[in-house]
């Protein structure tokens, strides 16, 4: 059974730091992308950032989270992470982790997290 829990959220004020994880079970952990997507109250749901299963093809950020946000994982603890600095209100939403069919951020989504929330104060 495949499962994808989210952890690290919290409230944090602007300027902040928080690192998120995504813990994975029930899959080769190792040979699947994993992405970090966001919904903000009242928005869709949006991807920001994603890790393939190898270095081969690059890690995939948005414009919005360049250079703030981080993603990385640990393929012995089935685990991918999510650093996150300077952050600003806008950063607050629900932040979920999914798993892609394969191992290119190309593919299709296939699994998703319960999500953990991510409120910045101003």
């Known amino acids: 059974q495949v499962q994808l829990v989210e952890s690290g959220g919290g409230l944090v004020q602007t300027g902040g730091s928080l690192r998120l994880s995504c813990s994975a079970s029930g899959f080769t952990f190792a040979d699947y992308a994993i992405g970090w997507f966001r919904q903000a109250p009242g928005k869709e749901r949006e991807g920001f950032t994603c890790i393939p299963s190898s270095s081969s093809e690059e890690i995939y950020y948005a414009d919005v989270v360049k250079g703030r946000f981080t993603i990385s994982r640990d393929n012995a603890k089935n685990t991918v992470y999510l650093q996150m600095i300077h952050l600003k209100p806008e950063d607050t939403a629900v932040y979920y982790c999914?798993?892609?069919?394969?191992?290119?951020?190309?593919?299709?989504?296939?699994?998703w997290g319960q999500g953990t929330q991510v409120t910045v104060s101003s």
């Open positions: 999914a798993a892609r069919t394969g191992g290119s951020c190309h593919l299709a989504l296939s699994s």
